[in-house]
């Protein structure tokens, strides 16, 4: 399971742990549609 930060223009970043990208990025996007990309931030 990795740490994932998710970042969308004009939007708070989020820090999601998920097992994939995929996964973390469709979260996101159920609170808002607008978060488009993101970048892992630990690997525990």
């Given at each position: 399971m990795l740490t994932w930060v998710i970042v969308g223009a004009?939007?708070?970043d989020l820090r999601i742990r998920a097992r994939s990208f995929d996964e973390a990025l469709s979260r996101a996007r159920l609170?808002?549609?607008?978060y488009c990309g993101g970048y892992v931030a630990d690997d525990e």
């Open positions: 004009g939007l708070p609170r808002d549609s607008g």
